[in-house]
């Protein structure tokens, strides 16, 4: 993994982190969507580029082409399934934090009754 991705998944991590701590509902929300997209970019770039063979692309092996450079479709369609359940726990989430917001008349859960 480069120096460039440690450091956006560690921020991605710390400022989900953050967010998760605070005493308002909503960010804590955010900060649970913001953990999981940073689990995402950490999978994705963990995931890696390998150097193709005709065995991972075997249309290439019969037209005589080179084979370029891919990375793992595995990780890639478990990241996409992750990021679709992800959106919608973040929308249901929200919705209970609207219906909180309506029965307490704030967001703050220290004051919540």
């Not at 150097?51 to 890639?76: K, N, R, W, Y």
């Not at 399934?81 to 859960?109: C, H, K, P, W």
Request: glycine letters at 8%.
């Amino acid at each position: 993994m480069s120096l460039a991705l440690a450091t956006v998944v560690g921020g991605l991590f710390a400022l989900g982190t953050f967010l998760l701590l605070r005493r308002d509902l909503v960010r804590v929300v955010w900060g649970v969507a913001v953990l999981s997209q940073a689990a995402n970019v950490y999978l994705i770039s963990m995931g890696g580029v390998a150097e193709g063979s005709f065995e991972q692309v075997p249309i290439l092996s019969t037209h005589g082409g080179e084979v370029p450079e891919t990375a793992d479709p595995v990780v890639q369609a478990l990241v996409l399934t992750a990021i679709v359940i992800s959106f919608g726990t973040t929308a249901l989430a929200l919705v209970l934090s609207y219906r909180a917001y309506q029965e307490n008349e704030t967001v703050d859960v220290q004051r919540w009754q």
